[in-house]
């Protein structure tokens, strides 16, 4: 089964500076996809950044972008000149490209990010 | 497309009562799945369907529990009898066959007293 790990409960940037939340996975498969979704106070869940595992290539989305370690199962979020509105709490996620849990998605337990003025 | 739609978006209710929470999924999204957030679990995925037919619920706690999908746009989860341990938000959520991100709703507060 996979799992995805991240082992930072809560993490802290001053405003304008730029924060890095890690994640790790554990899975067989050689093609997945992972997630980066972002859950503010208001409770949606919104999609922040995806990676194909078959990019070597590292995803990016304005402030944010990833370091995609495939090799070393790791997959952290960078988040750039950071502002005021990023303080959520931060999912990693995992999704294999096929197979039968291919249209599952895995979370890991979450980073709450706050952001000091 | 106003994404994916939940009603309630908050429900408090009595032990004992039966509870349902209803989703409507974006249109054209083949999948979807059903998600209950605590402190203490994180997400956890209860149930999904694709095309309409449950493919896999081994996630959902219960007897008590159980979901239906109709037809392509609309879903419901029920709890009955509802207990204070199902206290939770509740997600919804929808995808692309071939794709790969779920777009999720904003989610049911579910309080039971």
């Known amino acids: 089964a996979q799992t995805v790990t991240q082992s930072q409960p809560e993490m802290s940037v001053q405003e304008a500076e730029t924060v890095t939340l890690s994640c790790t996975y554990d899975?067989?498969?050689?093609?997945?996809?992972l997630f980066w979704y972002k859950q503010p106070p208001s409770r949606q869940m919104i999609l922040v950044i995806r990676q194909e595992a078959y990019k070597q290539q590292n995803a990016t989305e304005n402030r944010f972008s990833v370091n995609f370690q495939k090799a070393a199962k790791s997959f952290s979020l960078k988040i750039s000149d950071s502002q005021l509105g990023d303080a959520a709490m931060y999912f990693c996620a995992y999704r294999a490209y096929s197979g039968a849990g291919s249209y599952q998605l895995t979370f890991g337990k979450g980073t709450k990010l706050s952001v000091i003025p | 497309d106003a994404g994916v739609i939940q009603s309630p978006r908050h429900e408090v209710t009595e032990m004992g009562q039966e509870v349902t929470l209803r989703c409507k999924p974006i249109?054209?999204?083949?999948?979807l799945f059903w998600y209950r957030q605590t402190m203490m679990r994180g997400l956890e995925l209860l149930i999904y369907f694709n095309n309409n037919v449950p493919i896999d619920d081994s996630g959902m706690p219960e007897d008590r529990f159980s979901a239906k999908m109709p037809n392509a746009s609309f879903s419901t989860l029920k709890i009955q009898p509802s207990e204070p341990r199902d206290s939770a938000v509740y997600f919804c959520?929808?995808?692309?066959?071939?794709?790969?991100?779920?777009?999720f709703g904003q989610g049911t507060r579910l309080t039971v007293v």
């Open positions: 899975t067989s498969e050689s093609d997945y996809y």
């Open positions: 249109s054209g999204h083949d999948y």
């Open positions: 959520a929808s995808s692309l066959r071939r794709g790969a991100e779920a777009f």
